[in-house]
T-cell receptor, first 112, second 117 residues
Framework: DGGITQSPKYLFRKEGQNVTLSCEQN?????MYWYRQDPGQGLRLIYY???????QKGDIAEGYSVSREKKESFPLTVTSAQKNPTAFYLC???????????FGSGTRLTVV | AQSVTQLDSQVPVFEEAPVELRCNYS??????LFWYVQYPNQGLQLLLK??????LVKGINGFEAEFNKSQTSFHLRKPSVHISDTAEYFC???????????????FGKGTHLIIQP
């Protein structure tokens, strides 16, 4: 079945370390997205990519970086510059028209 | 830019009672509208969406929503809830571009639906 795979499901990071979250899709979708979820805050857009080798900042891009070298993959790096990285991170994808978005099952990142 | 307001952060309802979760949006362009459900520590599952046509949209698990353009609302309803409906519900919008393209969803802050036995 087609879908989005996020790994790992749980991730612990020491302060000052960079960490990379994986997102892979086999839906042949052009566009991919990273959202951050905090309790009571809804989901906020970090970065998105509508085509390979191109991406745009979302509303809260500071302290994060992404790459899009393959259509299927859109990894997110949480850098040491992100002041409060503990959150639930969700990856999503859609066709080019935005008729429907598919979400992964998420990665919970905790800074220890 | 778009914004979404979910008017209730938490809605307690007795089992088998009806429920309405309210959603209002603001946008300078036309939008597609969505309702998603999230169970603890999981991703989002699409309940229903409005793209065009009939303003009453039926979704999964017995949910439906009505798009009201004049009031910029997209309220979610279910005539009789079950314990398994306990979850977080998110309303979201995305702008419609004539040339295609998908800038991502703008979400409300969510409504926690609590079903009481």
């Amino acid at each position: 079945d087609g879908g989005i795979t996020q790994s790992p499901k749980y991730l612990f990071r020491k302060e000052g370390q960079n960490v990379t979250l994986s997102c892979e899709q086999n839906l042949n979708h052009d566009a991919m997205y990273w959202y951050r979820q905090d309790p009571g805050q809804g989901l906020r857009l970090i970065y998105y990519s509508q085509i390979v080798n191109d991406f745009q900042k979302g509303d809260i891009a500071e302290g994060y970086s992404v790459s899009r070298e393959k259509k299927e993959s859109f990894p997110l790096t949480v850098t040491s510059a992100q002041k409060n990285p503990t959150a639930f991170y969700l990856c999503a994808s859609t066709d080019g028209q935005g008729y429907g978005y598919t979400f992964g099952s998420g990665t919970r990142l905790t800074v220890v | 830019a778009q914004s979404v307001t979910q008017l209730d952060s938490q809605v307690p309802v007795f089992e088998e009672a009806p429920v309405e979760l309210r959603c209002n949006y603001s946008s300078s362009v036309s939008v597609y509208l969505f309702w998603y459900v999230q169970y603890p520590n999981q991703g989002l599952q699409l309940l229903l969406k409005y793209l065009s046509g009939s303003t009453l949209v039926k979704g999964i698990n017995g949910f439906e929503a009505e798009f009201n353009k004049s009031q910029t609302s997209f309220h979610l309803r279910k005539p009789s809830v079950h314990i398994s409906d306990t979850a977080e519900y998110f309303c979201a919008v995305t702008p419609i571009y004539s040339g295609g393209g998908a800038d991502g969803l703008t979400f409300g802050k969510g409504t926690h639906l609590i079903i009481q036995p």
